[in-house]
């Protein structure tokens, strides 16, 4: 009796560990979750400027809630307006196009076209290489500051601020700024709006009735060092701005960057003047008497619209679309949890929430610093488009993942273009690329393919959030294209077994393409995405395909050796090098095998992999744990580990591997996590932002290459989901969490994992 009321209390996909008194079954209290996590700073982070932003754009402010004081933080952490749909260009007089950039490579004595250059020096001799690498590229849009002043008009510095304190309020989306300049409080107000590109922006001071607090708009360049800052101040004939219509509130400008154009309107909450700033720049003074002064900043593609919401209306857009945001979709709870690790936990995931809507929910799959700063020139990976946004389906968000997954739609004769210059059917996609789809040139890129089931995956994702004929018809093309190329991409052995490469470049990159065979996840996601190609024929009423299942019966097993996983087939003496003195947990040695992803995981984490030995797998997990030097991974790795371990039905591993102690598993206190490196390891960043710098306290003989990593944060949330929302086989509630009394996990709204 008492199970069935307890029942009838929680919601619908909720479920409870731990049951104790009836008041537990009670639904979350979402605003008392993610308020207690709100983001409080009372000095300078240098690492960490908080973000604010709609998915599209992202607006990185500084301590004064703006972007006032660039020169406070990290050369790493610039303070930038970045959009998903802002690109530029530089001009290219030798029109130089993919051809240009590709190397014929002898694939079974056909030579084929790769986007292979054989060193980053190689780009000195083709400059092809160097101009289809950095463009099409992401820049900033432009910088919204405070214009402070002293008395007699000099402007502020930032030593001058006293009594700084900021809130980011993530349940409205609003960050507070508050400080004293001058013996004058001055607070700011910063948000954006759900649906418009729009900064806005309201301040209060003494200070703006004394006409010494104003607002600034400047425009950038695009600067040739691309990474991990783009703007460019100091060539202002290279860009142009153009007014192209002033009101007494509104300022409107045309901005035009080579062929790159884009539209700006500035629009106050009351009768302001605008002065030029130099050519690319404005100061907003209001004319009348006033202690505040509301601002609003929109950029688009395209011409703005007439009429732009008021900052009032815009506030209470940017507050409703937030109170949505946490209200639906999935929530977990760890509340009453005696596992000291349990809050941080929670934090680490309302954070990682917040900042993946910010930064991976836009019209492109996003790059791996999203829109707070540049590497790898803005381009996104492919392959780590699932780490960033398969989470928000498993969270019951799918509209979050679905506003990128049409990228590939409309990309598909250009996959399909890509497979036959191959010799293949089918849609094969690239790794690293910008919104034109073209493959970018590098010693690696060309020849990764763990991404080419990922659009199986996510639409899979979405079926199951969405199981309608709606659904069906519009991924069933990619899905259908997508499974032709793994099809058609294996070839049969003299054993008469379909093989993967050579060339291939597994998910840990540190392989040679032109001798690898068989590495164990693409085997295993290969089979998966075919087997699940051919459920999405059966929903549509189609017949399985004979030559599909063909190739699912006969790819080869994963390679085993004395009792463990090997990475690859073509590496059956890889666990004797890893356990070798030159390649322990302590050595500095860049060439060692046991480096990078332990990627062999994922093929009894990410998915079940057909075939797949739980008991192999957990020996080789074992072996990851005791050999592997842990210190060069990734900031994914960890929870990829812990997927493993929650499949396998070691919840307390889980838990560890969530928490696994390494310089790039660091939530700092916006929920970011940095990209850290071993100095040894100078190829590992060479063509990231920030390569031989040193930045924060990550301690001797580390180099920090980037000040956030966002695939961290959507590995995590969506290890966390299958940990409390379950597998495919899974049995109870929460099932990858400890059972030992210590865990208090009331989980709402997930969506097992496949």
């Known amino acids: 009796m008492r199970r069935a009321l307890l029942a009838s209390l929680i919601p619908f996909g909720a479920v409870l560990v731990n049951l104790g008194a009836l008041a537990q079954a009670q639904p979350i209290d979402r605003h008392a979750l993610v308020s207690r996590h709100d983001v409080r700073l009372t000095k300078v982070d ?220 500035l629009q106050a909450d009351r009768g302001v003047d605008f002065t030029a700033a130099g050519p690319h720049g404005y100061i907003i003074a209001p004319r009348a008497k006033g202690r505040t002064l509301g601002l609003e900043v929109a950029f688009s593609r395209t011409a703005l619209p007439r009429a732009l919401p008021s900052v009032t209306v815009a506030d209470q857009a940017a507050r409703a679309h937030w109170k949505s945001y946490w209200t639906q979709g999935a929530a977990v709870d760890f509340a009453g949890s005696t596992d000291p690790r349990a809050a941080e936990l929670e934090r680490r995931v309302v954070l990682s929430q917040y900042l993946m809507s910010l930064n991976g929910a836009g019209e492109v799959p996003p790059q791996e610093e999203g829109l707070f700063s540049n590497s790898w020139n803005g381009k996104f990976h492919l392959e780590m488009h699932a780490w960033h946004a398969g989470q928000f389906a498993l969270w019951n968000r799918p509209e979050q993942l679905e506003r990128s997954l049409p990228w590939y739609v409309g990309h598909l004769k250009d996959a399909q273009a890509r497979a036959a210059s191959h010799g293949l059917k089918g849609a094969w996609w690239p790794k690293m690329v910008g919104p034109d789809g073209v493959d970018s040139p590098s010693k690696v890129s060309p020849f990764i393919m763990w991404q080419q089931p990922h659009p199986i995956w996510m639409s899979e994702l979405v079926w199951r959030d969405r199981p309608t004929k709606t659904t069906l018809a519009k991924y069933g093309p990619l899905v259908s294209e997508t499974a032709e190329l793994l099809a058609s991409f294996p070839h049969k052995d003299d054993k008469g077994r379909f093989v993967l490469g050579p060339p291939i470049i597994p998910v840990q990159e540190n392989y040679d393409p032109l001798t690898t065979v068989n590495p164990a996840f693409e085997l295993a996601y290969y089979r998966w995405g075919l087997e699940t190609a051919q459920q999405w024929r059966v929903r549509t009423g189609l017949a399985r395909k004979p030559e599909w299942d063909a190739v699912i019966q006969g790819l080869a097993p994963l390679a085993i050796k004395d009792g463990l996983y090997l990475p690859a087939e073509s590496a059956p003496d890889f666990w004797d090098a890893a356990r070798s003195p030159a390649c322990s947990k302590h050595a500095v040695e860049p060439q060692c095998v046991n480096r990078d992803h332990p990627s062999f995981l994922m093929a009894y984490g990410l998915i079940a992999g057909k075939g797949v030995d739980p008991e192999t797998m957990r020996r080789t997990l074992r072996a990851v744990e005791n050999d592997w030097d842990l210190r060069q991974t990734w900031g994914w790795d960890y929870p990829m580990a812990a997927m493993t371990a929650a499949r396998l039905g070691e919840p307390d591993k889980a838990i560890d591997w969530l928490f696994y102690d390494a310089k790039n598993n660091k939530f700092g206190v916006s929920g970011m996590t940095p990209r850290v490196h071993l100095d040894a390891h100078a190829e590992a960043f060479v063509p990231t932002a920030g390569a031989g710098q040193t930045v924060g306290p990550d301690g001797p003989g580390y180099t920090r290459a980037a000040e956030t990593y966002f695939p961290s944060n959507g590995s995590l949330l969506a290890a966390v989901a299958m940990m409390a929302g379950g597998w495919d086989g899974s049995i109870g509630p929460a099932p990858g969490f400890p059972k030992d009394g210590k865990w208090v996990v009331k989980a709402e709204g997930f969506k097992p994992l496949p």
């Open 46 to 265: 240098p690492s960490a400027p908080l973000m604010v932003g709609n998915g599209q754009i992202g607006f990185t402010a500084d301590i004064t809630g703006l972007q006032t004081f660039p020169e406070a933080y990290s050369k790493l952490a610039p303070l930038l307006t970045e959009a998903q749909w802002a690109w530029h260009a530089f001009p290219n007089p030798n029109n130089y196009t993919y051809a240009d950039g590709t190397t014929p490579i002898d694939v079974r004595g056909t030579k084929q076209p790769y986007a292979y250059m054989k060193d980053w020096n190689e780009a000195q001799t083709r400059p092809a290489l160097a101009y289809l690498r950095e463009n099409p590229h992401r820049f900033s849009l432009g910088r919204v500051a405070l214009d402070l002043r002293d008395k007699t008009g000099k402007p502020a510095r930032f030593e001058d601020l006293t009594g700084t304190e900021q809130t980011l309020d993530l349940w409205s989306g609003v960050l507070t700024s508050r400080f004293t300049y001058d013996g004058e409080a001055v607070t700011v107000r910063t948000r954006v709006h759900p649906t418009l590109d729009m900064i806005v922006v309201d301040v209060e001071s003494s200070l703006v009735e004394q006409g010494r607090l104003k607002l600034s708009v400047k425009f950038p360049g695009v600067s040739r060092n691309l990474n991990p800052d783009p703007s460019d101040w100091t060539h202002p004939e290279l860009h142009k701005t153009k007014v192209t219509g002033e009101g007494a509130s509104r300022l409107d400008v045309t901005r035009q960057l080579d062929a790159t154009r884009y539209f700006a309107a």
